[in-house]
């Protein structure tokens, strides 16, 4: 299983990023997805996460602004990311397990991709 992120990158305050995960090696339309974050110093904590039946669930830091979504007919898992503040500035990664939910138990997630780095000014 492989997991690559990428569209992170530099943006001012208020502005918007979508990241994308290309997931391969597996049929991932009933894994358990999410998008996680950690910033310098700081633990990984969980940002949205979606289950094998698409339900979703945000972090209360990001309701409103984040949207998570995932195209199965590609295997790719998509956030997109408005109304940035300075405090989302993180290196973000992408993670997937083959069961249902996993919520936001981070620990538990058994793949990740490399991480891409988000940075609001």
């Known amino acids: 299983v492989q997991l690559v992120e990428s569209g992170g990158g530099s943006v001012q305050a208020a502005g918007s990023l979508r990241l994308s995960c290309a997931a391969s090696?597996?049929?991932?339309?009933?894994?358990?997805m999410g998008w996680f974050r950690q910033a310098p110093g700081k633990e990984r904590e969980g940002v949205a996460v979606?289950?094998?039946?698409?339900?979703?669930s945000y972090a209360d830091s990001v309701k409103g602004r984040f949207t998570i979504s995932k195209d199965n007919a590609n295997d790719t898992l998509f956030l997109q990311m408005n109304s940035l503040k300075p405090e989302d500035t993180a290196m973000y990664y992408c993670?997937?397990?083959?069961?249902?939910?996993?919520?936001?138990?981070?620990?538990?997630?058994?793949?990740w991709g490399q991480g891409t780095q988000v940075t609001v000014s």
């Open positions: 993670a997937a397990d083959p069961r249902w939910w996993l919520y936001f138990r981070t620990d538990e997630y058994a793949y």
């Open positions: 090696g597996a049929t991932f339309s009933t894994y358990s």
């Open positions: 979606i289950n094998g039946g698409g339900s979703t």
